[in-house]
């Protein structure tokens, strides 16, 4: 069975600090996915991975950067975290057009 | 036009209910058809995967319409624990990778 990991479940940060969300698959999946979800807007797509050192915008990548240095591993970074960036975060992988796979999710909140 | 619309209900039945939902894409193009359910506060999780000739899962069918480019989800015999938001995605269209989802349909099963 797909295992996708994230690293925490709840999250408290300060306004203004570097945050680090991980994210790990166990099936070798090349594609990989970070989502945010708030209530009433459904997943919103923030970057996507398809291949080691690969990213590509999504639908809402301002104030957020990945790193994918390796297949099983992605990070979302907020380079200076904001309280509008409160939320639900969730990471998927999947293979090819597979259907993706989700982690459990971390709630984090900017204060 | 939204690529993905699902009423987003609630849909409010009793146990033992028949309900089915429906979900329209717009493009054409697409190729790969998912279902999920989403519990509150919880990751989505694949129901079941759509195909052209329809499939069906315990009390659970799914329907694929290429010429009215509509996926459906029939529930019979409804459960209390059926009670969950069920997300409808839509994926492959252009050869792209990132799927496309509605923002779900609420459901709840009453005793």
């Known amino acids: 069975d797909v295992k996708v990991t994230q690293s925490s479940r709840y999250l408290v940060k300060r306004t203004g600090e570097k945050v680090f969300l991980e994210c790990v698959q166990d099936?070798?999946?090349?594609?990989m996915f970070w989502y945010r979800q708030d209530p009433g807007l459904g997943l919103r797509l923030i970057y996507f991975s398809y291949d080691v050192k690969m990213k590509e915008k999504g639908d809402i990548p301002e104030g957020y950067s990945v790193s994918r240095e390796k297949k099983e591993r992605f990070s979302l970074i907020l380079e200076s975290a904001s309280t509008n960036q409160t939320s639900m975060y969730l990471c998927?992988?999947?293979?090819?057009?597979?259907?993706?796979?989700f982690g459990d999710g971390t709630r984090l909140s900017i204060l | 036009r939204k690529e993905v619309e699902q009423d987003p209900g609630p849909f409010n039945v009793p146990e033992g209910a028949t309900v089915a939902f429906n979900c329209t894409y717009s493009?054409?193009?697409?190729?790969?058809f998912f279902w999920y359910r989403q519990d509150c506060r919880k990751e989505p999780k694949l129901l079941m995967s759509?195909?052209?000739s329809g499939n069906e899962d315990g009390r659970f069918t799914a329907q694929l319409n290429r010429a009215s480019q509509y996926i459906s989800l029939l529930i019979r015999d409804s459960k209390l624990s059926d009670s969950a938001t069920y997300l409808c995605v839509v994926n492959g269209a252009g050869g792209s990778y990132i799927p496309t989802f509605g923002r779900g349909t609420s459901l709840i099963v009453h005793p």
């Open positions: 493009n054409s193009a697409s190729q790969s």
């Open positions: 998927a992988s999947s293979l090819g057009r597979e259907p993706q796979h």
């Open positions: 099936m070798d999946h090349e594609n």
């Open positions: 759509v195909y052209s």
